[in-house]
Every structure is written in C-alpha cells, then in structure tokens.
C-alpha cells in the first residue's frame, strides 16, 4: 500500500513539474490525493509529499500523520571586522518544520484502503479472520484521507537541509541532535567556501545518501539505548503515560 501510494505520488509530481500556475503547498497535496486513488493493495500508512515550485524558490508540503520534514540552514556568522565573506561554518538548526498529526497519543492519522463486504469470503477463506473483524469495527466514519493532511509553504535556498523522515526518526531523535548529526555536512553550495581542516583544501560536497545513512544509524543506535531520553519519551510523560 505504502509503495503504491508513493509510486502514485511521485507519478502525478512529475506530470505537474514546470506548471507555474499550480502553487507548490497545492501540487503537494494534489500529489498526495493522486497517490492514494493509485493505490491498489489493503493497507495503511502515513504520508509526506514534498514539492518544488516551477522556480525552486518554495517547498510545499502536504503531511498527514507522524512522519515529518525539518529545513535545517547554516547559521552563518560574520568574521571580524574588515572581512568581506560570511563565515561557512556556523552551526545549523531547524529553520522550519512540520508538526504530528495525532488522534491521541501515539494514534497517528493514516492513509487506508481497507476491504469492503465483498472481500470478506475470500480473506476469511485465506485465514484473515482477524483482520475482517478489525474492519468490520472500524466505521468509515473514522478514516483519515488526503484532505486531512497538514499544507505547508517553506521558503528555500541554496545549502538548505531537507530531512524527511518517519516517526522511526522524530521519535528517537531530538531537533538539536539531528543538527550536530548534520553539522559537517556541506552541499555542492557551501563545500567551494569550507575548508577541510585535515587537509586544509577546499571540502568536498557531501552526498545526499550519505547524509540520509547517518540519520538512520543514529536513530537506529539511539532506539537501541534503553536509557536515552527520546523525544518519545518526553510526549509519552506529557501524555501522562511512562515509557523506556
């Protein structure tokens, strides 16, 4: 379900690509709608879209449930008097980001396509006794769809960090963690004014993937510390509720 829905998403992006008439927020979220229609499988997710307008000059974003995205900039900072380039290698921090969308604590909104009265034969014949129960006490009433999602528009520019992650991320690893994570990273912007302080040469321009393998270790070594104070953690207190 999840693969269809992006897969359909990312199909209905790529036909709007370049149209100047369509707001980034609204192909977002025309992407998202077009990617749940395309969906085939039973199944539920949550779901981010994230899209350029026709002049990269904003992001529009159409988030329903737990994942998310942060903007993460260079915070640049003036050398001394006299000098005529801004310093590169400021700290960076979360500029800009979404928020979770939650029924309750830990009950995120999602995407669902679930079967209908006429599938239920056959998925009891194939031994899913549990799963036609579960729909038959979910009334429709109840289900999220794409006109839910959160729309956001986010100005950007050239160096911007964009993560986009799942809850696997935000629940195990706090803003300001994430930005020491990324804080050697440098894009094909920024690495001709970094310098290497092994080498003393100009830096090289960091690889998206890699960037992207960073955050999952770290989220991945993180969720593996039963102690650790999670992001989780602290909305579970808030909540009213503990949790390791």
């Known amino acids: 379900f999840a693969d269809e829905l992006m897969y359909g998403a990312r199909a209905a992006a790529e036909r ?21 229609r395309a969906t085939k499988s039973f199944g539920s997710a949550t779901a981010l879209v994230a899209t350029l307008d026709a002049l990269g000059q904003e992001l529009g974003v159409a988030n329903l449930g737990d994942s998310g995205l942060r903007q993460i900039r260079r915070q640049h900072r003036r050398p001394g008097s006299g000098a005529d380039k801004e310093d590169c290698h400021g700290s960076r921090s979360v500029l800009r980001r979404t928020r ?4 309750a604590f830990n009950c995120p909104y999602q995407l669902a396509r679930l079967p209908g009265p006429a599938d239920f034969d056959r998925l009891r014949e194939e031994g899913k006794h549990a799963l036609v129960r579960a729909v038959q006490n979910t009334p429709s009433s109840r289900q999220d769809g794409p006109g839910h999602a959160d ?16 809850d696997g991320v935000f629940d195990n690893l706090h803003d300001r963690e994430l930005c020491d994570i990324l804080g050697l990273a440098a894009s094909p912007f920024e690495a001709p004014r970094l310098v ?3 080498t003393g040469r100009p830096r090289a321009p960091t690889e ?11 989220a991945f070594c993180r969720a593996r510390d039963g102690s650790a104070r999670t992001p989780f953690g602290v909305h579970a207190k808030e909540a009213g509720l503990y949790h390791v």
Do not use: C, K
């Not at 979770?100 to 029924?103: A, G, K, P, R, T």
């Not at 998206?208 to 770290?218: C, I, K, L, S, Y």
């Open 196 to 198: 290497d302080p092994t």
């Open 151 to 166: 729309r956001y528009t986010f100005p950007v520019q050239e160096g911007d960090l964009l993560i986009l992650g799942t």
């Open 208 to 218: 998206p993937g890699r960037v992207a393998e960073a955050v999952a270790q770290a």
């Open 100 to 103: 979770e969308q939650q029924h």
């Open 16 to 36: 709007s690509r370049g149209d100047e008439g369509v707001s980034a927020q609204d192909r977002a979220a025309a992407a998202m709608e077009e990617g749940y």
